[in-house]
């Protein structure tokens, strides 16, 4: 069986060392994004906390972790200020880039610039979450396009 997960450690949002045993204990969902994206990334983050408000049990549910995937631009105080910009407690990590890569290669994302007419760049990625129980185990997963009731089974079971 493929392991999804294990031990990081990345920068928080004050610009502090985040490790994951901060999550020991508590269910979560993780979503690999960047603060520039400009729809599936917020959408995808508002609707983890639409579904984390339906469970009935507050922010306390699950925790949210939003890790960039655009180290280069998102650094604490950008992945600060996009978490807060949601109104609900999300975790938002950054780091170096070789810790970045490092993240990804252990939950299994993909991401790659791509360049835009303006000189500028956006960044495909996995736009999957992953969803892991209290004991750090890998659940299961939430596509983009699932219907809200399934995804929210799957939160429901890792949250008793």
């Known amino acids: 069986m493929v392991s999804f997960g294990g031990p990081f ?11 994951s045993a901060r999550l020991n ?11 520039n994206c400009p729809d599936v990334c917020p959408t995808t983050l508002a609707r983890l906390i639409r579904l984390r408000q339906q469970i009935g049990k507050g922010d306390d549910a699950f ?5 960039t995937v655009d180290p280069e ?13 949601l109104g609900s407690p999300v975790i938002g990590l950054t780091g170096s880039p070789t810790q ?7 939950f299994g994302i993909y991401s790659k610039k791509v360049p835009d007419e303006h000189g ?13 129980d209290r004991n750090g185990q890998f659940s299961s997963t939430i596509a983009l ?9 799957k939160l ?5």
């Open 145 to 153: 396009e699932e219907q809200d009731a399934p995804a929210l089974a």
């Open 156 to 160: 429901k079971r890792i949250t008793t």
């Open 25 to 35: 204990g508590k269910p979560y969902a993780i979503f690999f994004g960047f603060t």
């Open 120 to 132: 500028g760049y956006s960044v495909d990625h996995t736009a999957t979450v992953l969803l892991f």
């Open 63 to 67: 925790e949210i972790v939003f890790v």
């Open 9 to 19: 450690t990345l920068t928080g949002a004050d610009g502090k060392p985040f490790s």
């Open 73 to 85: 631009r998102d650094g604490p105080a950008e992945v600060g200020r996009y978490a807060d910009m």
């Open 100 to 106: 970045i890569e490092q993240v990804k290669k252990q």
